[in-house]
């Protein structure tokens, strides 16, 4: 396990460099500074028919400085960090901060948080993706696209690998000061079958998650037996029915309802989105904090918690990019909506005492927001296995995989499809179903969900690219689930609604 | 900070590979954002990425790998080339190969990047604020965002390319709430510099929509004839572009594949003579001349840099007529090379008059505001879904009658092109979902007859 920050990013100057920032900003009148020194590197290499298409290695380092002056937001970045760059850049955020006043009926307050001084923290990974030549990577994603090809079923194949490693310092004026570093792989195939009424796809299961290269043995994801599999899966959905519309059971695969989870609970629970400080872009949502409490968001067997503690967790950090703790909490407590995610100043707006740690921000050149830390479903602890699970169906749907998403901007009304759509009937799967989508209401939905799968069922799924905020950021972030079973979804033929 | 010229330079003289390309770009940006009618962040971003590309010869072809980095001082020149370098030989002969452009020069080399800072909002920010003050008054809440943005872009190669484009450009969103948020609006509009942002115009079209919504009717889902205001229809024809390039066709990828092999160009898919080109010599959306990309995929090729732009007509009177390619992928698919362009116009025909007009001609159906989270749901017809968002009317006998319920619609612009009822004048516009990505497009407002409009949406 790698547990140490690289030493070219320590040996950058970030205590002179964040000193100077504070001090001269304090100097020139700001109540509070924070700043970051961020280097993020980003990979991808992309082969389409097993020959490269597309390759960068990308890196996006800087300096931001964001102060508070008279209750006014100002905020400066730079791509050179130095002290004098450091000094400019105090300045220029402070100016900011004073011309912004006008426009600032509402004084900015943060609320506090223990001092953490010279805080190091390494996400837990054992192989540096940058550390692997080029050559292995691509070597390896093109064997396993080779063996999709191979299939007389598969005509194309398409593969993607996408990994990041970020590194931050964080110091505010209060003395808290943080050097962290953690590293993320994305990899999906997929296998095209081109038949003549269209063409069909297929993508691999697998999550993203903060691995390092070693995510790409088959210790932590089999990728033999997924890539094994997956030709005679295309096979069997190119010839399967087209699905006939209507109200079915649906058993809901992790690898499709860590999506449905991200949307319609990551989102909606995002306080400073439920107070409207998104309502020009990402939207607002429906569980208002009048709700608190009270809002019967699902069955009472829903039980969600935030966190941004989960090993090998998207979100997860040891401080957030306001210098705060890791911590875990409550979001959906019995099917009742009991908790938000925060940051320093939307706890304040709320009268909390305390922030949970969802700051985050892509870039130096972009001001920290809250984001959505790890939102997870937990497992039933004496829930039932897959296998049973499956057993327990009458009548119904198994949706593996994610691929078509969108909700709306209060997060009620959302329609998903997905990779792989099994039908189910006594108790056994009969084969596959295609042109399957399910639309629903938010809390119908939830509430809708009759059996939550036992602790062998969870897995941890997730998103590399979420969107928010303006200008526009993304977000890695985890979300674990166990299967569940979801009672009459309404489910659409996508062929029939485009008209056919 | 060194200079990207001098930058390029010296990289270029110093690589020893067959060939390289180095991409510098420089941006500065200025953005205000507001929430419940106060400013909630601001910022003063400077940005720098400098991309090296190496290009090395191989038996039967030639390799390309690219590394990007930030501030890049002298001492790291080596590195980034060797990196490069690495990356080409690891990727082996590159599928896109095509020979390389030499010795080509356009634009002002020698000039410095014009930055942008606060100041481009030094007459927007106070009328913004009296706008917070009016609505404050006036129980309206203002959410909202603008940001203006100057992006200098160099391109130069050891083989003599010295390339260079500018793109300034800034926007403002404005979502306005009242009635306890049971009302919502949207307005957008792009601009160069903000001396023609009108907060006045802006202020006068969100209150009179939001006054339409003093009358609520409620319609089940079902095909409505739908008004889409420019801003919609370059939301979805974004989105078609994105689906367009020449080798997915060609390989049956594609909602542009034809049943059997081959490509779609040819096929009549819009029931009007509509044009939509790409064309850097229009005058109200400059666009670059010249291929410039950073990196290859599969809608351009680090091999093209340099390569001229010329108008590509899509659709030439309702006909298909090229798809995305790069020299590599028009030699596969045996059609014209028509790379990709910085800007997208459409129009139809003998079309004019502007969304009013455009409602005068319906007699029963919708009028939108905005598309919101539109994605694609089937490839092979290019169906999307998504919501509408910030108001959708009734529209009977020509007149908005009142304000409707949102829906969730599934429909395809391949499709909804051949059900063209009406379209207004072409106007510089900004689509809602995708305004930070797309900022070049002109379309007109269009009428789609039979929208598909699929369930209803409690969100407001």
Request: charged share 20%; proline share 4%.
């Amino acid at each position: 396990m790698n547990k140490t920050v690289d030493a070219d990013f320590l040996a950058l100057p970030l205590t002179a460099v964040s000193d100077a920032a504070i001090s001269t900003a304090k100097s020139a009148g700001a109540s509070h500074v924070d700043v970051r020194i961020e280097r993020t590197r980003n990979g991808l290499l992309s082969l389409r028919d097993a020959r490269p298409e597309t390759q960068s290695d990308e890196t996006n380092a800087g300096l931001g400085v964001r102060v508070i002056v008279n209750g006014a937001w100002g905020f400066a970045s730079s791509p050179e960090i130095s002290v004098d760059v450091a000094k400019k850049l105090a300045l220029t955020a402070v100016a900011m901060a004073k011309t912004s006043k006008p426009l600032s009926t509402e004084l900015v307050s943060l609320v506090t948080e223990p001092i953490y001084a010279d805080k190091t923290w390494v996400s837990d990974y054992e192989i540096d993706p940058f550390s692997v030549s080029d050559s292995e990577k691509k070597d390896r994603l093109a064997d396993l696209s080779n063996r999709l090809l191979k299939s007389g079923s598969v005509n194309h194949s398409s593969a993607h690998t996408m990994f990041v490693k970020e590194q931050k310092h964080y110091a505010d004026s209060y003395g808290t000061s943080t050097t962290q570093q953690r590293v993320r792989i994305q990899t999906q195939i997929e296998a095209i079958s081109i038949g003549a009424g269209g063409f069909e796809s297929m993508r691999t299961l697998a999550q993203p998650a903060g691995f390092g290269w070693e995510w790409m043995g088959n210790k932590h994801w089999n990728w033999d037996a997924e890539i094994e599999e997956l030709p005679s899966l295309l096979a069997e959905k190119v010839a399967a029915p087209s699905v006939e519309p209507g109200r079915y059971d649906v058993l809901m695969h992790p690898s499709n309802l860590w999506l449905t989870i991200h949307e319609s609970i990551g989102h909606a629970t995002e306080l400073d989105r439920a107070i409207g400080y998104e309502a020009n872009y990402a939207g607002t949502s429906f569980a208002t904090p009048d709700k608190l409490n009270t809002l019967q968001y699902g069955s009472k067997l829903m039980n969600v918690t935030g966190d941004r503690s989960t090993p090998h967790g998207l979100s997860t950090v040891g401080y957030d990019d306001e210098g705060v703790a890791a911590q875990q909490w409550d979001i959906i407590k019995d099917g009742v909506l009991v908790g938000y995610q925060l940051d320093r100043r939307i706890a304040a707006r709320v009268n909390r005492d305390r922030s949970n740690g969802c700051a985050f921000a892509d870039s130096p050149a972009h001001v920290p927001i809250q984001r959505m830390p790890n939102v997870s479903l937990q497992p039933n602890p004496t829930g039932p296995t897959y296998e049973e699970m499956v057993e327990s169906m009458d009548d119904g749907i198994i949706i593996k995989g994610d691929k078509s998403w969108s909700i709306d901007m209060q997060r009620y009304n959302f329609q998903f499809t997905g990779q792989q759509f099994h039908r189910v009937k006594n108790g056994k799967i009969v084969g596959q179903l295609k042109d399957v989508a399910y639309q629903a209401t938010t809390t119908d939905f939830w509430g809708s969900m009759k059996v939550v799968g036992g602790p062998s069922t969870y897995v941890l799924g997730g998103a590399f690219n979420c969107g928010k905020a303006q200008p526009g950021q993304i977000a890695a972030v985890s979300h674990g689930c166990p299967a569940a079973i979801f009672d009459k979804v309404n489910i659409l033929n996508t062929v029939a609604e485009a008209g056919k | 900070m060194i200079s990207a010229q001098d930058l390029i330079e010296k990289i270029t003289s110093a690589a020893t590979c067959d060939d390289c390309i180095v991409v510098v770009r420089d941006k500065t940006q200025a953005n205000l954002r507001w929430a419940a009618s106060t400013l909630t962040t601001n910022g003063v971003i400077q940005e720098r990425n400098v991309t090296v590309i190496a290009f090395v010869a191989m038996d039967g072809g030639m390799a390309s790998g690219g590394v990007t980095r930030t501030d890049v001082s002298l001492t790291d020149i080596p590195r980034l080339l060797e990196e490069a370098i690495a990356a080409a030989k690891a990727a082996g002969i590159a599928d896109d190969y095509a020979p390389l452009a030499t010795n080509v020069s356009i634009g002002d080399w020698a000039a410095d990047h014009v930055p942008t800072g606060p100041e481009v909002f030094s007459q927007f920010a106070p009328a913004l604020g009296d706008m917070f003050s009016r609505s404050v008054s006036d129980s309206i809440e203002l959410f909202g965002y603008s940001e203006h943005t100057s992006e200098t872009t160099w391109i130069g190669s050891k083989g003599g390319l010295r390339l260079r484009k500018d793109s300034p450009v800034g926007r403002v969103e404005m979502t306005a709430k009242s009635h306890g948020r049971s009302r919502s609006t949207w307005s957008g509009v792009e601009t160069r510099d903000f001396s023609d942002v009108s907060v006045a115009d802006i202020d006068a079209h969100v209150r009179q929509r939001l006054d339409w919504q003093g009358n609520k009717i409620e319609l089940p889902a079902g095909r409505y004839d739908t008004i889409l205001p420019s801003g919609s229809v370059a939301d979805i024809f974004t989105y078609m572009m994105w689906v367009s390039n020449a080798r997915d066709a060609h390989e049956g990828q594609s909602v542009f594949s034809k049943k059997g092999g081959g490509t779609r160009v040819g096929e009549k898919l819009s029931n009007v003579s509509l044009q939509f080109f790409s064309d850097p010599e229009f005058k109200l959306l400059p666009a670059a001349n010249f291929v410039g990309t950073a990196v290859s995929s599969p809608f351009s090729s680090v091999f093209d840099n340099g390569q001229a732009i010329k108008r590509v007509d899509w659709l030439k009177d309702g006909v298909l007529q090229s798809l995305i390619q790069t020299r590599a992928t028009a030699k596969l698919t045996n059609l014209d090379f028509t790379p990709i362009g910085e800007n997208l116009i459409m129009s139809v025909d003998g079309a004019s008059g502007s969304l009013e007009d455009l409602v005068k001609k319906v007699d029963n159906g919708l009028l939108l505001t905005t598309f919101w989270y539109i994605r694609m749901v089937d490839p092979n017809s290019l169906l999307l879904t998504g919501l509408t968002r910030d108001g959708v009317y009734h529209v009977k006998g020509g007149e908005v009658v009142g304000a409707t319920n949102n829906f969730r619609w599934n429909d395809s612009p391949v499709s909804a092109l051949g059900r063209i009822a009406h379209a207004g004048s072409t106007q510089w516009t900004q689509p809602r979902e995708w305004a930070g990505d797309i900022t070049n497009m002109a379309v007109p407002p269009l009428v789609i007859k039979d929208f598909n409009m699929s369930t209803v949406s409690p969100g407001n």
